[in-house]
């Protein structure tokens, strides 16, 4: 098992930035991917992005390519979701999420929330 902690989250002003950081408790644990999600009210949960532990590759929603940027500190056992010029319709709860094999993430995070004020 291994458990991911969310933080960075908070409200912020349109146009602001935020950086999000996922920890993992298990530096050793085997994983495939590791990635962010977020569920807006009212909404389903939809992907964000996405790295490939074993070559760093990232992948992003197409809508948030070059304002979000998914990067790690393998010292640090950290992923972070750095988020630039944010609006009002980033506004959700993020999750991080680990994928220890290449069909499914099967490990999530408690969530942070962003909130994104006009």
């Known amino acids: 098992q291994v458990q991911l902690v969310e933080s960075g989250g908070g409200l912020v002003q349109a146009g602001g930035s935020l950086r999000l950081s996922c920890a993992a408790s298990?530096?050793?644990?085997?994983?495939?991917?590791m990635g962010w999600f977020r569920q807006a009210p009212g909404k389903e949960r939809e992907f964000v992005a996405q790295?490939?532990?074993?070559?760093?590759?990232?992948y992003y929603r197409d809508s948030l390519k070059g304002r979000f940027t998914i990067s790690r500190d393998n010292a640090k056992n950290t992923v972070y979701l750095q988020m630039n010029n944010l609006t009002r319709e980033d506004t959700a709860v993020y999750f991080c999420?680990?994928?220890?094999?290449?069909?499914?993430?099967?490990?999530w995070g408690q969530g942070t929330q962003v909130t994104v004020s006009s």
């Open positions: 999420a680990l994928a220890s094999r290449a069909a499914k993430y099967d490990y």
């Open positions: 298990d530096r050793t644990f085997g994983r495939y991917f």
């Open positions: 790295l490939t532990w074993s070559t760093g590759s990232t």
